[in-house]
T-cell receptor, first 114, second 113 residues
């Protein structure tokens, strides 16, 4: 029973266009959400986060949107660059103060085509 | 600043054996978490150590155990290996137990035959 779902295993986008990666969750106790990026043969790297008291967080080309009522979040990358090609994981947590039990989705492989 | 390092990078074991994986946390980080990533899936939380004490555990059996040392490095031990234990094992360190940012190592790829 997946608590964090990323229903698109892969996504291809043209360089310069917008990439939108989606994530859905089922556990209403989750109140902190993160996105990680993973290149082959490397560990995941933190990209951006959002807490449930916000509905949007921006960091440069990356914006995360949270819709709590729909239990849905999305990551927007504008403009997309070839270096953004990686696997993107959505992760959620109910508490940051104990155990950091982040629940990860299965990932979406983004390919940005030049 | 030294990042998170894991050893070995690859390991092959047979069913029933025991394995120890090692992790050196990033400088200044006192919290270490271990994750298992099976093929095609996201990382799954095994447990976390904060100042040498286990501080949270995921849905893994007791044959998965760990240690954290005074220098905050850590070990993951798995006894009685099963075929399903084949996975990438990721170690992540953070500044504290409430820190959102996990800094991951490149992982140890374990194959159980």
């Amino acid at each position: 029973d997946q608590q964090v779902k990323q229903n698109s295993p892969s996504l291809s986008v043209q360089e310069g266009r917008i990439s939108i990666l989606n994530c859905d969750y089922t556990n209403s106790m989750f109140d902190y959400f993160l996105w990680y990026k993973k290149y082959p043969a490397e560990g995941p790297t933190f990209l951006i986060s959002i807490s449930s008291i916000k509905d949007k967080n921006e960091d440069g080309r990356f914006t995360v949107f949270l819709n709590k009522s729909a239990k849905h979040l999305s990551l927007h990358i504008v403009p997309s660059q070839p270096g953004d090609s990686a696997v993107y994981f959505c992760a959620a947590s109910g508490s940051l103060n104990y155990g950091q039990n982040f629940v990860f989705g299965p990932g979406t492989r983004l390919s940005v085509l030049p | 600043e030294t990042g998170v390092t894991q050893s070995p990078t690859h390991l092959i074991k047979t069913r029933g054996q025991q394995v120890t994986l090692r992790c050196s946390s990033q400088s200044g980080h006192n919290t270490v978490s271990w994750y298992q990533q099976a093929l095609g899936q996201g990382p799954q939380f095994i447990f976390q150590y904060y100042r040498e004490e286990e501080n949270g555990r995921g849905n893994f059996p007791p044959r998965f155990s760990g240690l954290q040392f005074p220098n905050y490095s850590s070990e993951l031990n798995v006894n009685a290996l099963e075929l399903d234990d084949s996975a990438l094992y990721l170690c992540a360190s953070s500044l504290g137990q409430g820190d959102e940012k996990l800094f991951f190592g490149s992982g140890t790829q374990l194959s159980v035959l």
